[in-house]
């Protein structure tokens, strides 16, 4: 008789689960790999290519075609004429062709030797063509009858023209340059600098107002629902529309802020808020915290109410005054909740773009990298050099996320 | 040394009446657009004056009638801690005046509650500054959170000379009636804005379907069934939340310029999702967890395939979580800034984020650019509202242990 053991290895049952999970997970893996991972490989790539904003439309042929001349009646004598020009200014174009038919009732008289015409098929060959290279060709034709019948011009059936040239984002060419010129001088020292400081105080303020906030409501009165949802708005509104409400609250010239600045003598000359060093730094911190303490507001109300009331009651018997039990009783069990909070809100304080890019649109040094990113690939029109800023961005996540996986799986048990 | 009656009463009191005469004179300048401003050293001063009467005199309705009276008459003589301007009217400086004399005086009784002359033990004196603080606290957050939201209001209700004339004056002049709304009937009419808001929704909407309906099965997948490589998983999804949309924006708008979905609804349609599946996974996934296995369990018993275990016992149990994650995915996509402007270029297709994006230029005024705001705004404020029991618990579910 065989000796009874335990099954060796994943059952049938078990696998069957696990095909089933996989199944399902299937389309959430697909999208996010074409849409997160593909575009991090493309990052890389593009970083170390010499793309500019204008490379993104591949060089072409372009072609335009029109009939010239007097001809009113048969037998007058006109000019198709086709004007080619190369698209790029600075790609060649290889191997370039077009063809056309020429309409009923024109008679072609003399051709251009580039040029082959079969029963009314046009077919011409360029060869290769320089960067910004024009060309002109001019076809004398006789008008017969039949053409004035028809009403058909020779625009109305569309030239068809081929020519391969190279796409910068695919062929062979690799430069480090984009890197150099990010790396280079002091201006990268200012957008570290300035991203950091962004980052340490926006974080560590939008966490101590929220902790403000959550101890200001950590207990039931009525209307504390109203003022919850309150205290929520700056989060959940759309960040254009408030941060075109600070603008304007803040405006230098006609804003609310500085006229009530003035009238109160605070200042004697109006104040631009968000166009002075160092002040839209500081401003733009300002309005990250003010929009996003309700985030940690919220968690931290969370956590404070799933604490057990018993405890502070037996501290209360034991004679601790309320600034001791906060400091002794509540900080303690609030410390998980506020370094996963912080941990959070550093790595997406860090990734924040668009606070900075409607406030100040990085001027005035405000630009932090992610900024930056937008900066050299859309307003120097660098695409190769935006990619690269990403690059460096991407490297600085993957230092935190490491730190952060490893902290929070303790936090969370994850 | 502080923990005694006759300081902490004058110390308290000069702070709050410098917090309330600050915020009763900003409030009457931008409800009257007249002068009003706060006096710190006399705020100081008085406050203090008033903190060490009530002291060493109670707290009882004859002293609070007297220290209310005191306000008033030295406000009205121009030396007390709110001053007013020459041309402010006899009426609104009255108001004002009498606002803050009954406000601090009430509040400070309340406030000043337990303290005696003489030493104070440790929890009459904390109680004494808390009090204090939640006061402020409560003027501070709602003053923070209103103005920059009343400023939208209002300056979406004027015209360009009212703006210009005096940028403290926030009333409104409801004698204009529908002309107040001329705005917003602007940007109807002439700038498309019944478009964009049809936009929005539709694209926010599609978002929230297509999201739930890849994130529901992978949220189960990950938090019931069993298979290697779980961990990561749920670790990577964590992960793919910290990447920063620039980034990704940037090869997306490569890729859209080359094969022609940039400026097109679908394509939006496409990669909205997609930046909402992830946090929706993470939310559910929580939910899921916390829902008993059990139940679940029974009916595979009774004969149930897994899809209809998740059709009709784990989605019926978890429509409140359902609901949170709906309304926070349709929040962010409507909100969503970044894609809508390097995306879309033709003003047909536009979101409201991106048509108030093209309002912000010289020579569109500037009460078009707060009502398209607005307009902005109060859908999601009123959906928020609605449902902010959800929406908090939701956000909180998947983090938050007990």
């Known amino acids: 008789m065989a000796d009874i053991q335990p099954p060796i290895g994943t059952g049938p049952l078990a696998k069957r689960e696990a095909r089933l999970a996989w199944g399902l997970l299937f389309p959430t893996i697909t999208a996010v790999a074409l849409v997160v991972v593909l575009p991090l490989l493309a990052i890389f790539w593009i970083s170390v290519k ?55 009732g024109l008679t072609v008289l003399s051709l251009d030797d580039r040029c082959n015409i079969e029963v009314r098929a046009l077919n011409c060959d360029f060869g290769d063509w320089e960067p910004g290279l024009r060309e002109t060709l001019t076809i004398p034709i006789l008008v017969e009858q039949a053409y004035l019948d028809n009403g058909l011009r020779p625009q109305d059936s569309p030239a068809t023209t081929t020519g391969t040239a190279s796409n910068i984002l695919t062929n062979s060419t690799f430069t480090l340059d984009n890197f150099a010129r990010i790396f280079n001088g002091d201006e990268f ?226 | 040394m502080i923990r005694r009656g006759y300081i902490t009463g004058p110390v308290l009191g000069a702070l709050w009446m410098l917090v309330l005469s600050i915020t009763v004179a900003v409030a009457m300048s931008f409800t009257t657009g007249d002068a009003f401003r706060p006096g710190a050293w006399l705020s100081v001063l008085w406050g203090a004056i008033a903190g060490g009467v009530m002291v060493r005199f109670g707290r009882g309705r004859a002293i609070q009638a007297g220290i209310l009276m005191a306000v008033v008459v030295l406000v009205l003589v121009g030396i007390g801690p709110m001053l007013t301007g020459v041309e402010t009217g006899r009426a609104a400086r009255m108001f004002g005046a009498a606002l803050l004399g009954a406000g601090f005086a009430m509040s400070l009784a309340a406030i000043l509650n337990e303290v005696v002359p003489g030493k104070l033990t440790r929890h009459e004196f904390e109680g004494a500054v808390i009090r204090f603080l939640t006061g402020f606290g409560y003027i501070f957050f709602t003053a923070i959170v209103l103005i920059p939201f009343y400023v939208m209001v209002m300056t979406s209700f004027k015209n360009q000379s009212e703006l210009i004339q005096n940028p403290l004056d926030f009333s409104v002049d409801l004698s204009k009636g529908v002309e107040l709304f001329r705005s917003y009937d602007e940007l109807f009419t002439q700038f498309n804005f019944g478009t964009y808001l049809l936009n929005s929704f539709f694209i926010s909407v599609l978002t929230v379907f297509i999201t739930l309906a890849f994130a529901i099965p992978g949220a189960y997948a990950v938090a019931r069934l069993r298979f290697s490589g779980r961990a990561a998983f749920s670790r990577s999804i964590l992960l793919i939340y910290m990447v920063p949309m620039i980034v990704l924006a940037l090869p997306i708008y490569i890729a859209f310029s080359m094969t022609g979905l940039r400026n097109s609804f679908w394509g939006i349609v496409m990669i909205y999702p997609v930046t909402t599946i992830p946090v929706a996974l993470y939310m559910l996934q929580g939910y899921f967890r916390g829902l008993p296995a059990e139940i679940e369990e029974a009916g595979l018993m009774d004969g149930l395939s897994r899809m209809a275990v998740i059709w009709k016992i784990t989605l019926p149990l978890s429509l409140p979580a359902l609901a949170s994650v709906s309304l926070y995915v349709f929040m962010i996509a409507w909100n969503e800034f970044l894609l809508a402007f390097m995306l879309l270029d033709d003003p047909s297709k536009f979101t409201l984020t991106r048509g108030i994006a093209s309002l912000n230029s010289s020579e569109i005024p500037r009460q078009h650019l707060m009502a398209g705001s607005v307009i902005a705004t109060v859908p999601i404020m009123a959906l928020f509202l609605g449902l902010e029991r959800f929406m908090t618990k939701g956000l909180t579910a998947g983090s938050v242990k007990g």
């Open chain 1, 50 to 104: 010499p793309v500019e904003l204008a490379d993104l439309r591949a060089p072409e042929v372009v072609l335009r075609e029109d009939i010239r001349g007097d001809f009113d009646t048969a037998g007058d004598e006109a000019t198709i004429r086709y004007r080619l020009r190369n698209s790029s200014q600075d790609q060649p174009i290889t191997g370039v062709t077009f063809s056309d038919v020429i309409p009923e």
């Open chain 1, 189 to 414: 020292v200012e957008v570290l600098w300035v991203t950091l400081f962004y980052t340490v105080f926006g974080t560590i303020g939008a966490l101590q107002v929220g902790l403000f906030a959550a101890l200001l409501l950590n207990k039931s009165f009525k209307g504390q629902g109203i003022l919850r949802g309150l205290y929520f708005f700056p989060y959940v509104a759309p960040v254009i529309a408030v941060a075109f409400a600070w603008l304007i609250l803040f405006d230098p010239f006609s804003g609310s802020a500085n006229a009530l600045l003035l009238q109160m003598g605070v200042t004697s000359e109006a104040i631009n808020f968000f166009g002075e060093r160092p002040l839209a730094l500081i401003m733009v911190t300002v309005f990250e915290i003010w929009r996003y303490f309700p985030l940690s507001f919220l968690f931290i109300l969370a956590r404070m109410q799933s604490i057990d009331t018993d405890m502070y009651e037996a501290a209360d018997m034991d004679g601790a005054s309320p600034f001791q039990q906060f400091w002794y009783l509540s900080v303690p069990q609030l410390l998980g909740i506020l370094s996963v909070l912080f941990l959070l809100r550093f790595i997406w304080t860090f990734n924040k773009f668009d606070d900075i890019f409607l406030l100040t649109g990085g001027n005035a040094g405000t630009r932090t990298l992610t900024v930056n990113v937008y900066e050299q690939a859309f307003a120097i029109s660098n695409i190769g050099a935006g990619a690269a800023v990403a690059v460096v961005i991407f490297g600085c996540l993957l230092t935190f996320s490491i730190f952060f996986l490893k902290y929070i799986s303790q936090e969370e048990g994850l």
